[in-house]
């Protein structure tokens, strides 16, 4: 099972912008899709983004399209979410994930089996 680590999280205004990354160690995963989520207090883990192995291919939320790029850096086993024009409703614990079974649409939190702990992002209105 692969290990991941993420970083990156914190206070920012509305309009501001962050750079969440997810360091992946105990296993290569440049050959893994990777994803996004996140979960706001009391509600259910959400999809926010997703993105290939090669990285030539990114899926993103409705909520986030515009706003997030997902990337990725193989050679440092590591992937991003680059978060701009932040709003109060991003605030949210946001998880990485990787191993997705294939089982079903990647946008479930079910068919990942491996995830991060997870770094708090606050958007200040």
């Known amino acids: 099972q692969v290990q991941l680590v993420e970083s990156g999280g914190g206070l920012v205004q509305a309009g501001g912008s962050l750079r969440l990354s997810c360091a992946a160690s105990?296993?290569?995963?440049?050959?893994?899709?990777m994803a996004w989520f996140r979960q706001a207090p009391g509600k259910e883990r959400d999809f926010v983004a997703a993105i290939t192995w090669s990285g030539t291919s990114t899926y993103y939320a409705d909520s986030v399209k515009g706003r997030f790029t997902a990337s990725r850096d193989n050679a440092k086993n590591t992937v991003y979410l680059q978060m701009n024009s932040l709003k109060p409703a991003d605030t949210a614990v946001y998880y990485c994930?990787?191993?997705?079974?294939?089982?079903?649409?990647?946008?479930?939190?079910?068919?990942?089996?491996?995830w991060g702990q997870g770094t708090q992002v606050t958007v200040s209105s």
């Open positions: 994930a990787a191993e997705w079974d294939g089982s079903s649409w990647f946008g479930l939190s079910e068919v990942w089996g491996s």
């Open positions: 105990g296993r290569t995963v440049s050959s893994y899709a």
